[in-house]
């Protein structure tokens, strides 16, 4: 069953579209965490971290090529930025389709709040 990611890189869904290649699908994520927030997909479905293969490797390090593209394209790579992959429920994953996070533009903060 395709997920939404995947009917957004076939155009099937609008988007805010900033980068595609044969490879990877960047957009705008809907309910940004950060001034500037884009979803980092691959056109090939992958559910989660934990069905990476050794044959996807050339393919996440060409979404962290993009990734890099885009903080220099968003002005935000002199200042900083954050990636994140979420993998499954506790990991805060909501579609389960592969994604990297590009967030910046602010200072981000503690990855992870404190336990007392």
Known sequence: MST???KIIAGEIPS??????DQVTAFRDISPQAPTHILIV?????PTANDV???????LGHMFVVARQLAAE???DANGYRLIIN??????QEVY?????LLGGRPLGPMLTRRT
Do not use: K, T, Y
């Open 53 to 59: 293969s050794a044959a996807d490797e050339q393919l």
């Open 74 to 76: 968003e002005e935000i």
């Open 42 to 46: 691959p056109n090939r479905e992958i």
């Open 97 to 101: 389709h592969l994604h990297l996070h």
């Open 4 to 6: 939404i990611f995947a």
């Open 16 to 21: 805010d579209m900033v980068f595609q290649d």
């Open 87 to 92: 993998c499954n429920e506790h990991g805060g």
